[in-house]
């Protein structure tokens, strides 16, 4: 088997590297979109296809909770096939399911769409690290790697944006459909650049392993989201967080005794690879208030239309695009620690001044909180990315990837359930009873609430911190 540097010591691969990056950083961004951007589409299609808004929640949790089921498992086979040959499969995948998504003919057809495109996303996003850090020479892999974070933040966050901009002018099956002509495009450049695999373990994947973590993270998930409609209380919420709950420790178990395990709990033993995750985590749950409490606030408490949400909204992509080549540029000059410290001191202050916003605040006081957010994730992404794939050895490439890309999914994931569950705590405490979704007539219940929610995104944040003044400690040391 030959070394990881082989694609590095390859001319004809390293004459195509920034062709290569383009294609999964492409793939990366569209990926990523689809979990933000049918939040702002939400209403219309509950509309269209006369369901409930709780029900139509779905559409975004389903995508997001088969990702994360799914990305550890197609980490392993990409370690034991070929990453490049998963992250293949995974975008003719993906296209297919986003082609499948914009036909309207019910509810279920569309949440069985939206699986077919997580199986996709999660074959690419569980590749696209190990790929790039493969390909890619160490003094350019803070560029590259800071690339796809970027593109994975731009996705996270820009949706409602682009969503609101398409919907203004086209049906809401077009949000999906976009992804088609991108995919094909991707899949293109992908035969033409992408080399064949040479790193193949060849080692059996646990099957059994990935069937309990399924099991565990859709339960964990589902017992969420239905206790906010029902209560938590309710017993389907309580017989769900039971099944998480087991199916979690029987997991541990059978992980602990087999010999190649879908999780190597050792690499944990490995503190700035954990603190690293945990940080990702922690800072894409937060971003992810963002995406579900701002669409509220701009379009329900300030009436702006779609289109207007959606272009204020677009403040924190397009700093990401000017912020992310410079922080991969200063990430590969003068390295992680400072990046990583100053870009979670700006989401520090973004949280605290969202905590501000009410229905009379100046928009550019939105501008400003949103920009500083933009270039806060910027500057963060890339030395974070970085000291993840750079922390551990060349044959834990494959996991590392996936686990990146399993700490950022489900730090989306868990944002929606935090803050819709914070959101919904707070606004039922002042009306006096229950409360699932915005109050037209009351929107001063809503603004407490996102006060509230926003308080929540600034302790995320500051745990973040705090995490990363201990990592960069542990990095002394050594």
Known sequence: MESVNSFQENPVVQKNRWWILVSVAMFTFMSTLDASIVNIALPTISKDMNVPMNQSEWIVSIYLMIVCSCLLLFGKIGDSIGKIKVYRI?????TIGSLLCGFNHSLAFLLFARIVQGFGSSMTMATNSGIITEVFPFKERGRALGSIGAFVSLGSIAGPGIGGLILSQFSWPYIFWINVPVGIITIIISEKFLPKDIIKSGKSVDMAGFSLFAVFIMAFFGAIFIGQEMGFSALLSLILFASALISFVIFIRVEKRISNPLITFSIFKNKIFTMSLITAVLIFASNF????????????????PANQAGLLMMVFPLLMVVGSPISGYLTDKIGTKLLTFAGLVLLSITSLMYMFLNQG????????ATAIMGLGNALFQSPNNTTVMSSVSKEDLGVAGSMNSFARNLGMVLGIALATTILYNAMSSV??????????ERPDIFIFGMRITFLGSFILCLTALGLTLLRSTKMKKK
């Open 361 to 368: 605040t100046p928009i550019w006081y939105y501008i400003l």
């Open 90 to 94: 995974g975008t003719v995948i993906f």
């Open 431 to 440: 009306y006096g009873q229950r409360v699932t979704t915005y109050i037209s």
């Open 289 to 304: 208030f963002v995406n579900v409490v701002i669409p509220f606030y701009l379009q329900n408490s300030r009436g702006l």
